[in-house]
């Protein structure tokens, strides 16, 4: 069924109140993409969904298949088939990549795969990704530029296979090459199990993966869900007649710049210390 429903959904970083009552459903097959200026809650509300522990849910409600996926733990909403490509991947010593890769497969299954399977399934999905294999054997993401990172975090979505992908801003820092790899993943993944919430701030990558559904979050709240012509709204017209359409503020969120799609946010984004 693969059904995820967020209902009144209100979280507080640091006692900071962050999403001020989400609603959203995604049902499988659908691709969703999820706009909206800097720090006004776009990766907040993927990590709740996750399991983040630093995000305290105040009200509403997260089940996934009719299950309370807020009772869950991190790596039991893994198993459920939810996955996150983190905006910022950890680096992460002493624990290598290939390590890593094999245990969060096996934590998902009854009997450990069998070695030669999954060399094949690492061969495979590194080719895909365009990923260099001696990453395989470092440790996971340290020292990693930040287009191998993302390609990481793609290839750890290849192998585990999740029906639910999160997708946070995984094109910053990707050249043109990486962008097409992206998509090309995220087109190959497709299918009627598979469903995806993605971050991004390029028109780009939604004009090649072509989202079914699209919401723009200002301050917390989703303020209006639409079709694909949202995103073109907004790379033609920025953020402005959101604001004055449904009469909320962008600009007070910390000075922070407003973002067009479009534009390289990442860039954007160093320059003002966002992220
Ligand atoms: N771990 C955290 N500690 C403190 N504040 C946070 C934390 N995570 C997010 N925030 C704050 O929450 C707001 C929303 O952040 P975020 O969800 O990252 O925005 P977006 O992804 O839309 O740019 C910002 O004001 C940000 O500073
Ligand atoms: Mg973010």
Not at 104 to 130: H, M, Q, W
Not at 181 to 209: G, P, Q, R, T
Request: hydrophobic share 35%.
């Amino acid at each position: 069924m693969n059904r995820l429903i967020i209902k009144d959904l209100e979280v507080s970083v640091e006692d900071k109140k962050i999403l001020k009552g989400i609603n959203l459903e995604i049902n499988k097959g659908e691709i969703h993409a999820l706009i909206g200026p800097n720090g006004h809650g776009k990766s907040t509300l993927l990590n709740v969904i996750m399991g983040h522990p630093r995000y305290i849910v105040d009200a509403g409600s997260i089940t996934y298949n009719d299950e309370d996926l807020l009772s869950f733990s991190v790596d039991n909403r893994s198993k459920k088939g939810i996955f996150l490509a983190m905006q910022h991947p950890l680096e992460i010593s002493g624990v290598k990549n290939i390590d890593f890769l094999k245990s969060a497969i096996n934590s998902r299954l009854d009997k450990p795969v069998s070695l030669y399977k999954f060399i094949k399934e690492v061969e495979t999905a590194s080719e895909e990704v365009g990923f260099d294999s001696n990453l395989i054997h470092r440790n996971l993401n340290e020292g990693f530029s930040g287009g191998e990172k993302k390609r990481n975090e793609i290839l750890q979505m290849k192998l585990l296979n999740p029906s639910l992908a999160l997708i946070d801003e995984i094109d910053s820092g990707l050249d043109v090459d990486g962008l097409n790899m992206v998509s090309n993943a995220l087109n190959n993944s497709k299918n009627e199990e598979f469903s995806a919430l993605i971050i991004s701030h390029y028109s780009k990558l939604y004009k090649e993966v072509k989202p079914t559904h699209v919401h723009i979050i200002v301050d917390g709240r989703i303020v209006t869900s639409g079709d694909y012509s949202l995103i073109e709204r907004v790379d033609k017209e920025g953020y402005s007649w959101v604001e004055k359409e449904y009469g909320v503020s962008i600009s007070k969120k910390e000075d922070k710049p407003r973002v067009v799609l479009g534009t390289c946010a990442v860039k954007e984004s160093i320059g003002n210390g966002n992220n």
